[in-house]
């Protein structure tokens, strides 16, 4: 039995998509006017008109658009890019550093060790809420306009959360630490929210995200975790 | 000076870089939000805030795409919003504001008609078929690459450009096969 494309494969094969129907239409005569017919039509909406823009247009676009452009910052003031990557680089160093320190000194190097590693991951995880903070308040004051928020910078700062927080819940959780973990869980939940939203974001979702930060008081919480790390920090840093 | 030059000294602050791929792209972006919108102001609307936010994510152009289809992707996905917007708060004419060219008056009629009844049926495919297709047919992209730019699977934006097809084809075949 002889398999002849359907209009499906007819419309793949018109845009060069596939190839599949080419043998069959130079051999088919029906399927071949069939193609033909498809293709007339397809050709006519080439004739769809699009009015012609004045000569000058380009620059009337950009007289209109340059007093809404604000300043770009440059690379090293943008730290949704580069801070995390810092920060890692810096804790990777450290903890190299605490790793050698172990190998090439004598045995009471070892709690020397630990103390160094747990401050590193405290001075990291404070770092880490501080950032986090600072996005929940920027989120929870933006203002949208005409019934949507365009959440661009939010969700490029909240992809970038994202993974370290990953990083810190799952560390949190092997030291048995479940006030942190669960801390870190819930505002995993309204980073993965907003970076998987559409980045205009309607207005309505915003304020159901906006009020389940305020119920669940994540910025409260935040708050204080930061604050008992900078605590728990500033008494290690007096003790080594 | 290449598009990848111009963004990255428009990323360092330099507005003449910036101001180069506007001038280079803005004609291109009206022609794609027309065909979107199907009118000018809705288009022109378009071009401003496309530029706007593609200025504002620069940093997120990574060059595996060219400039050209990054920013059409942003213009893409911005009128895609605005049609959704559109349709839930307002009725659109289903003959907007496209004009009509064409010589000789039986043609000029026969064309009109054609050119009517592509707007009409565009205006009442869905906003994702109205996207892929406008993207596919006009723009040249591949349904991997709309796929993507849209954020469905390449299988999902084949259904919407098929749906669109077929529509356009009902529409328009008593007019071009037998006039």
């Known amino acids: 039995m002889i398999d002849h494309p359907n209009e499906e494969q007819l419309v793949l094969y018109y845009y060069g998509e596939s190839a599949e129907s080419a043998e069959h239409l130079a051999a088919c005569e029906n399927c071949r006017e069939s193609y033909q017919a498809l293709q007339r039509v397809l050709n006519t909406v080439d004739s769809f008109p699009v009015p012609e823009r004045e000569e000058g247009y380009e620059a009337r676009v950009w007289d209109e658009l340059k007093g809404q452009l604000q300043p770009l910052r440059p690379w090293y003031r943008r730290w949704p890019t580069w801070r995390p990557v810092a920060m890692a680089t810096a804790m990777a160093a450290m903890l190299l550093a605490a790793f050698f320190a172990g190998r090439t000194t004598k045995r009471p190097a070892l709690a020397e060790t630990v103390q160094l590693r747990e401050r590193v991951l405290l001075v990291a995880l404070g770092a880490h809420l501080e950032r986090t903070r600072m996005w929940l308040v920027e989120f929870s004051n933006a203002r949208p306009r005409d019934g949507r928020l365009d959440i661009g910078w939010e969700q490029g700062v909240a992809e970038s959360l994202l993974e370290e927080n990953r990083l810190y819940r799952q560390t949190a959780a092997s030291n048995g630490d479940y006030a942190v973990t669960a801390l870190l869980e819930e505002l995993e939940r309204v980073m993965v929210e907003v970076a998987h939203s559409p980045t205009s974001m309607p207005e309505r979702q915003w304020e159901e995200l906006r009020q389940r930060i305020e119920e669940r008081s994540l910025l409260f919480k935040v708050n204080v975790f930061r604050s008992q790390f900078e605590n728990r920090e500033a008494g290690r840093s007096t003790t080594l | ?179």
Request: charged share 25%; glycine share 8%.
């Open chain 2, 1 to 179: 000076m290449e598009d990848s030059l111009a963004v990255a000294l428009a990323k360092g602050g330099d507005g003449d870089a910036y101001r180069l791929l506007v001038e280079r792209y803005s004609r291109g972006v009206f022609r794609l939000a027309y065909r979107m919108m199907g009118n000018e102001q809705d288009a022109e609307d378009v071009v401003q805030e496309t530029f706007l936010r593609a200025y504002r994510h620069l940093g997120r152009w990574d060059g595996r795409s060219s400039f050209e289809t990054w920013i059409y992707r942003i213009a893409a996905n911005y009128s895609l919003d605005l049609l959704r917007v559109r349709k839930r708060t307002s009725v659109t004419s289903a003959e907007g504001d496209h004009p009509c060219f064409g010589p000789g008056p039986d043609r000029l009629l026969h064309s009109r008609e054609v050119q009517r009844q592509v707007a009409a049926t565009l205006e009442t495919c869905s906003e994702m078929e109205r996207t892929a297709f406008v993207l596919r047919h006009f723009e040249g992209q591949s349904i991997e690459e709309i796929g993507v730019a849209l954020g469905v699977s390449a299988n999902s934006t084949k259904q919407s450009i098929f749906r669109a097809v077929h529509k356009l084809r009902r529409a328009l075949e008593p007019l071009v096969n037998h006039p």
